[in-house]
């Protein structure tokens, strides 16, 4: 799940054009993931992609889903190939 992206249509601005990275712990398999065609595992981190315009959704899933967010960085272009 490394590079993960949740990417979406939207405007061209400065926002749209920024993007960050989540470290994510703790995903389980429930009610939500099972919707999914694979299985998540309980060990390690979970690097998600997500742009500025986002966030807040993508936080709103990471919890319902049981993980945790250790860490968030803001991603370069050079670091998004």
Same mark, same amino acid.
């Given at each position: 799940?490394? $590079?993960? +992206? +949740?990417?979406?249509? $939207?405007?061209?601005?400065?926002?749209?054009?920024?993007?960050?990275? =989540?470290? @994510?712990?703790?995903?389980?398999? *429930?009610?939500?993931?099972?919707? !999914?065609?694979? *299985?998540?595992?309980?060990?390690?981190?979970?690097?998600? +992609? @997500?742009? =500025?315009?986002?966030? !807040?959704?993508?936080?709103?899933?990471? +919890?319902?889903l049981?993980?945790?967010?250790? !860490?968030?960085?803001?991603l370069?272009?050079?670091?998004?190939?």
């Amino acid at each position: 799940m490394f $590079g993960q +992206t +949740t990417l979406g249509a $939207g405007s061209v601005s400065s926002s749209a054009s920024r993007v960050f990275r =989540y470290e @994510v712990v703790g995903l389980r398999q *429930n009610q939500e993931t099972d919707k !999914n065609q694979f *299985n998540i595992r309980c060990s390690g981190s979970v690097f998600i +992609t @997500v742009p =500025y315009s986002r966030m !807040n959704e993508e936080m709103q899933r990471i +919890t319902r889903l049981g993980g945790k967010i250790v !860490n968030i960085s803001p991603l370069t272009v050079a670091e998004e190939n």
